[in-house]
């Protein structure tokens, strides 16, 4: 069993901009509001997670230190689109999608501050997909492979048996 870390939670000062903005920036990791319900104070605190498991809760009310919160995506193009989506939702760009070498080779990760201040990133150390080909491409090239034996064939004479084994000519 790997170590994990459970869940997180945020205190935010202006909690439905922090719940609109989460819920859009996430949604490409698969991450959407899984329960909510109000607090003590007043305002309400949100769980948002996956696979049915909150692991990031905000709650509102108070504002807490800048926090950096990294989320695992599975593939290079979730890290890409949670990117696009946080820029989208408000977030502000605090590095974009790359590789960072000075973790691993594979370390592929994009930043954003959240309008509350708190940098979050999506990464992953999955290799990156292998370059496709086009479709058309491939059978390009299976038929210029396959042209110059076809060619050969239709050149090459048709052999004929020698004269000693062949069958004599059937009398009418």
Do not use: C
């Amino acid at each position: 069993m790997a170590i994990e870390i459970d869940h997180i939670s945020l205190s935010v000062l202006d909690y439905e901009k922090a719940k609109a903005f989460y819920t859009a920036a996430l949604a490409p990791l698969r991450v959407g509001v899984m329960m909510e319900f109000p607090m003590d104070n007043g305002s309400k605190v949100a769980g948002l997670g996956a696979d049915g498991h909150p692991f990031l809760w905000i709650s509102g009310g108070q504002k807490a230190s800048h926090t950096h919160i990294a989320i695992r995506a599975e593939n290079r193009g979730q890290v890409d689109a949670f990117h696009a989506a946080a820029l989208a939702a408000g977030g502000m760009d605090h590095g974009g999608p790359g590789i960072r070498e000075m973790y691993s080779p594979t370390y592929y990760a994009a930043y954003v501050i959240d309008p509350e201040g708190h940098n979050v990133e999506a990464m992953t150390s999955a290799p990156a997909a292998p370059a496709r080909k086009a479709a058309g491409a491939r059978k390009t090239a299976k038929k210029a492979a396959a042209k110059p034996a076809r060619k050969a064939a239709r050149k090459a004479p048709a052999k004929k048996k020698p004269a000693a084994k062949r069958k004599p000519a059937r009398k009418k």
